[in-house]
């Protein structure tokens, strides 16, 4: 039989029963389209956590301020109660990480722990100041307007950059946002540009870039001190005192950068024995475990893919077999007239092929359509590669020659006389 | 027969074939030696359950005896692999079913070309050829129809067109007519007829049917798996 006749009948076959094949294969189509989702989500997660810390730079070093349960002092009198709490990175340790061999520079961030009010109702926004480096040294950008100039720093000016959700939280639509004011308590910064992270950059214990407001380091220094004030309920006061919030430590020498954390970790450790109200993280670290977990997802993922692709086969295989069952006759009829065993074992192997392959193409759809909507509604990036497409398609057409071959080998075995008499 | 010298296309050599039904040994041909040859039409009958399908399904290579030697065109048929027997059936021997057995989901056409198609003829080939047997069949019009489309008697004459396709030495038909009235069965044995005479091909036939003795060359009568006369068989079928 030739090869183009065979492939002509058991593509016929497979149009004879077009519902049945879909229903057939929709394991397939379900097990291809997770194939093809999760190579999509894990492929576009792990190109954003990179992006993310190449952001940051793999030659920082993050420094932070964690605030430690229970440090509060009770210092009430006899009609308030008051507790003072106090944590986290001093000036003194800025100026000795800056003196440390391989570091090159540290911009520095203190959260005011301000409220920051619209009418009444309290914004999901900080109010930060820091020094003129920050914006590059957090991956930002400034689309409108202008970024903290050493004037501003030099003169306290009463200026403010915002983050981009915070003008949306804080302005009405079409309302002049540069040149505009926010006012905190009794101070009133004159907005002077928007910055924009579009690297997803998040900081230990702060909020993204987009969700600041930040002032000049005299700027806040002037206004409110170090230390931020809070009332909870009418008799009850809480003041928080923190002298910096975020060190971010550039490095000189890359290939030192480990050691020069492990210095900065054993210089914290001593000089804050007491509590520990500080961390320490470096984006190269966290590149390698995220690649670790990348690798521990994928697998997961991968086991799940390959469940639902097995589930799928064997179910293929159970209609095969059936279809084998009910077509006996014409199985009969064939070798009467002279179809081998193997004309009649690949007849059936390439319908089940057929079958697995074109429940792959649907996967593939499935999982593109799936990847779409995933990035449209979670905002989750996704990257779809040929080779992902490639590897699909191959699954599936091995799927098919998995299961498809124990159903033609028993309808090749069929002996035509007994399939004959069955009438 | 003609006066050319008689080539003999089947020999049987003692055939036995029995069944096993639970461990009890069941015999259908007790021993049955014959042969056919080239050009004649031959008939067998015997009441039924007397072997006669079993003995056309061994001859038609589609079962195998259990005993004795069966020599088709010289050659053993023991000693052939099942992919010989394959290519036998296809080019060698067109088998005709009481229930025409036709694919209903292809047309006429594609029918006809199924056999050519295990022969490996080339489409257009196959194609001219089809067209020609169904107008040789007297159905050159139904090229497109589905056999669901055609009466019993077309049905049975596609089935025989099929058979052709491959130039076979021999036709081996079981019950052909069996399904079918009396004036259709009229016809298909017409077609057998003309096939013999014009083609000089070897047909051999099963019928239940005692009115068509005279249209065969030859009759071989069964009897509970055994050779028998044409007297002992009317002294038994009643
Ligand atoms: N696969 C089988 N297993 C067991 N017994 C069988 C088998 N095939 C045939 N037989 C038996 O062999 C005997 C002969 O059967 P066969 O079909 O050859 O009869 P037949 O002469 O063609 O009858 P009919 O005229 O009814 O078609 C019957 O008794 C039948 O029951
Ligand atoms: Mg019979």
């Known amino acids: 039989m030739f090869v183009h006749d065979l492939f002509k009948l058991s593509f016929h076959n497979l149009l004879l029963h077009k519902i049945r094949s879909f229903l057939t294969s ?76 391989n570091v090159a520079t540290v911009t520095t961030l203190r959260n005011t722990r301000k409220k920051i009010l619209r009418g009444t109702k309290q914004l999901d926004v900080i109010l930060v100041s820091t020094s003129t480096t920050f914006l590059q040294d957090s991956g930002s950008d400034i689309t409108n307007g202008r970024w903290l100039s050493p004037a501003d720093e030099a003169h306290s000016a009463a200026v403010c950059v915002i983050g981009r ?30 910055m924009e992270n579009n690297l ?49 430590v ?3 020498e890359l290939e030192y950068i480990d050691d020069t954390a492990r210095r900065i970790v054993s210089f914290l450790e001593k000089s804050h024995s007491r509590d520990k109200d500080w961390g320490v993280t470096v984006p190269l670290d966290l590149l390698k475990q995220r690649e670790q977990t990348q690798n521990i997802f994928t697998i997961v993922m991968s086991s799940i893919a390959g469940i639902s692709l097995i ?37 059936f192997l390439i319908e089940t092929v057929f079958l ?44 098919g020659i998995v299961f498809g071959t124990y159903p033609a080998w028993k309808a090749a075995q069929q002996n035509p006389i007994d399939v004959l008499r069955s009438e | 027969m003609g006066g050319a010298p008689e080539e003999t296309i089947v020999k049987f ?31 067998i009958m015997g009441v039924s359950g007397s072997g006669k399908s079993t003995m056309l399904n061994i001859l038609g290579l589609l079962d195998v005896p259990t005993g004795g030697r069966y020599i088709l065109n010289g050659r053993l048929v023991e000693n052939l692999s099942d992919d010989e027997l394959a290519e036998l059936r296809n080019i060698s021997i067109g088998f005709i079913f009481q229930s025409f057995n036709l694919f209903p989901h292809l047309s006429v056409e594609q029918n006809i070309e199924v056999p050519m198609v295990y022969g490996e003829i080339p489409s257009r080939k196959r194609r001219e050829i089809a067209k020609s047997l169904a107008e040789r069949v007297g159905l050159g019009h139904r ?43 009229h016809e298909i044995l017409e077609l057998f007829h003309e096939l013999h005479a014009r083609n000089q091909m070897t047909l051999v036939m099963v019928t239940h049917n005692i009115l068509l003795e005279k249209d065969f060359d030859r009759v071989i009568y069964l009897r509970d798996g055994r050779l028998s006369s044409k007297d002992e068989f009317r002294g038994s079928g009643g």
């Open chain 1, 26 to 101: 929709l394991g397939i189509i379900f097990g291809v389209g997770s194939v093809i989702s999760m190579l999509a989500i894990s492929e576009g997660a792990k190109r954003q956590a990179l992006s993310q810390i190449e952001a940051l730079g793999i030659d920082k070093i993050i420094v932070y301020s964690k605030p430690v349960p229970q440090v509060g002092k009770d210092v009430s009198d006899s009609s308030t109660q008051s507790f003072l709490e106090s944590y986290g990175l001093l000036r003194k340790d800025l100026g000795h990480i800056k003196d440390m061999d």
């Open chain 1, 165 to 194: 959700n915070v003008k949306r939280k804080l302005f009405f639509l079409g309302e002049a946002v540069l040149g505009g004011r926010v006012k905190v308590g009794n101070a009133v910064f004159k907005v002077v540009g928007i």
């Open chain 1, 200 to 248: 997803g950059t998040q900081f230990p214990e702060l909020n993204s870039p987009n969700d600041m407001i930040v002032i000049p380091e005299s700027t806040s220094n002037a206004f409110f001190g170090f230390s931020s004030f809070q009332s909870e309920g009418r008799r009850r006061f809480q003041t928080t005192y923190v002298e910096a919030d975020l060190f971010i």
């Open chain 1, 250 to 252: 550039k490095v000189r």
């Open chain 1, 311 to 347: 589930v799928g086969g064997v179910g293929i295989m159970n209609i095969m077999l059936a279809n084998v069952y009910e077509r006996r006759k014409e199985i009969g009829t064939r070798r009467a007239l002279g179809a081998k065993k193997k004309d009649i074992l690949f007849q």
């Open chain 1, 356 to 399: 697995t392959t074109l429940g792959g193409m649907l996967g593939i759809v499935l999982g593109i359509g799936i990847s779409e909507v995933v990035t449209k509604y979670a905002a989750w990036p996704t990257i779809y590669s040929v080779w992902s497409i490639a590897i699909s398609l191959f699954i599936a057409c091995f799927v």
């Open chain 2, 13 to 43: 050599e003692d055939i036995k074939k029995s069944y096993m039904i639970g461990a009890q040994e069941v015999p259908v041909l007790k021993g049955v030696s014959l042969s056919v040859e080239k050009g004649e039409f031959v008939g």
């Open chain 2, 143 to 185: 090229l497109k129809h589905k056999p669901s489309e055609l009466s019993g008697g077309e049905c049975q004459r596609i089935a025989i067109a099929r058979a052709l396709g491959n130039n076979p030495a021999f036709l081996l038909a079981d019950e052909p007519t069996g399904n079918l009235d009396e004036k259709t069965s």
